[in-house]
């Protein structure tokens, strides 16, 4: 077991580590950043279907189904196709609209996911086309959907999720980038901006593993919180989620994600100096807003985690810690924001003595109801 840990003291970090490499392999052949061309035979071979949905909707359970919403913000954003994302547990149960001219994303990174293979199963029923987005090669939902597309992110053993959420979004944008083009709601020059940056992401992330050890010393500051909150906004909030999820799967502290302009709506009763929150405060987006977000947090004596673009001064000045990522375009920023958040669940789960690669009471692929 050692040997396919690499060395690494748990299969987590071993897949955390990974994901450099985990993204290139999702891209490879797909990619040609220099032709301005991405090559997917799923999509290629069904682009028609794809222009003509007046809607895709996104089935999924879990950290699929947080990588699903990122799709949404990038689809819409990019395809300006109008997204609709589902928990597959709810969607098979809710007697949903199914139109024969939708297209249905189904995302599962072990492809075996019981409440996704009944979503799929009912979506197909009503005529829907089916592309389905597994890592797990011939598993039950890639042989049910009518197409897909492989994050080809290798084994993953550890049962929180790490490597399959980065490369399932690296696939989901490839496909919106494609769309987009296909449908001209794109320019040219972004179009190659993104490709060229999306290229650019493996090494990004090698740069925010190397802040690993200062995430350690976070993780060490606030092992013993009882409840933690995850902020961000746009691409950002579906990354708060992943975040607390993390941490409530392998350490089992409370924690929540919310969408940061929510804040004031709830949450912001629960801060105190006992409370530690993440903040996804990133130079894009709605940075000035998260900021004040930021302030009003440390108004209440919150303790703060900013995960701030190198070189930051606004958030370093308010927060009580900083973790640095590379800065990339707004688009592509979960793919590195979601890496201190890994480590930071996994150092303080680690921390506290609890069994990282299989957390009580989960499952790696949850075959029943
Ligand atoms: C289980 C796993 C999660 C996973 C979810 C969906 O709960 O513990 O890590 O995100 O199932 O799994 P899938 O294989 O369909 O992505």
Same mark, same amino acid.
């Given at each position: 077991?050692?040997?396919?840990? %690499? %060395? ?16 290139? /392999?999702? =891209? ?21 279907? !794809?222009?003509?949905?007046?809607? @895709? &909707? ?19 954003? &990019?395809?300006?196709?109008? +997204? ?12 949903? $609209?199914?139109?024969?001219? /939708? *297209?249905? @994303? ?22 829907? !086309? +089916?592309?389905?987005?597994? %890592? ?28 399959? !959420?980065?490369?399932? $979004? ?27 940056? #999306? ?24 092992? /013993? ?19 607390? #999820? ?5 350490? =089992?502290?409370?924690?929540?994600? =919310? ?44 303790? $703060? ?14 927060? /009580?810690? *900083?973790?640095? +990522? ?19 669940? =996994?150092? $303080? ?5 609890? %069994? ?5 009471? #989960? ?7």
């Amino acid at each position: 077991e050692q040997i396919e840990k %690499n %060395n690494f003291e748990h299969f987590m970090l071993k897949e955390i580590y990974e994901q450099p490499s985990a993204i290139r /392999d999702t =891209y490879r052949g797909r990619l040609h950043a220099e032709e301005g061309i991405i090559r997917m035979a799923g999509v290629d071979d069904n682009l028609e279907r !794809f222009l003509n949905a007046k809607r @895709i &909707l996104i089935v999924a359970c879990g950290t699929s189904w947080h990588a699903g919403l990122v799709a949404e913000y990038i689809f819409e954003d &990019l395809a300006r196709i109008p +997204v609709e994302v589902e928990y597959a547990s709810e969607f098979r149960y809710r007697n949903p $609209i199914i139109n024969s001219d /939708d *297209v249905v @994303i189904a995302i599962s990174q072990s492809g075996e996911t019981a409440d996704t293979m009944a979503a799929i199963k009912l979506a197909k029923e009503k005529g829907a !086309f +089916v592309f389905g987005v597994c %890592n797990v090669v011939g598993s039950s939902i890639s042989r049910e959907t009518n197409a897909g597309a492989y994050t080809h992110a290798g084994p993953e053993i550890g049962v929180a999720s790490t490597k399959a !959420f980065t490369t399932q $979004i690296t696939v989901l944008t490839l496909m919106a980038l494609k769309l987009a083009k296909a449908k001209g709601s794109i320019s040219n020059t972004d179009f190659h901006m993104h490709l060229q940056e #999306l290229e650019t992401i493996p090494q990004k992330i090698e740069v925010a593993l190397q802040e690993n050890d200062h995430i350690k010393e976070v993780a060490f500051k606030y092992k /013993d919180a009882r409840n933690c909150l995850y902020l961000g906004r746009g691409f950002n909030f579906p990354v708060a989620l992943e975040g607390a #999820l993390k941490l409530k799967e392998i350490s =089992y502290i409370h924690a929540e994600g =919310y969408p940061a302009a929510e804040m004031k709506h709830g949450p912001i009763a629960l801060i105190d100096e006992e409370m530690p929150v993440v903040v996804i405060a990133t130079r894009k987006g709605h940075y000035e807003k998260v900021v004040s977000n930021i302030q009003e947090i440390k108004s209440r004596q919150g303790k $703060i985690i900013g995960i701030v673009t190198e070189g930051d001064t606004s958030v370093r000045d308010l927060a /009580d810690y *900083v973790i640095e +990522v590379p800065d990339t375009i707004e688009s592509l920023t979960p793919l590195l924001t979601t890496i201190p958040l890994q480590l930071l669940s =996994y150092h $303080i789960a680690v921390l506290l003595g609890k %069994n990282v690669d299989q957390p009580r009471n #989960l499952a790696k692929s949850v075959t029943v109801e």
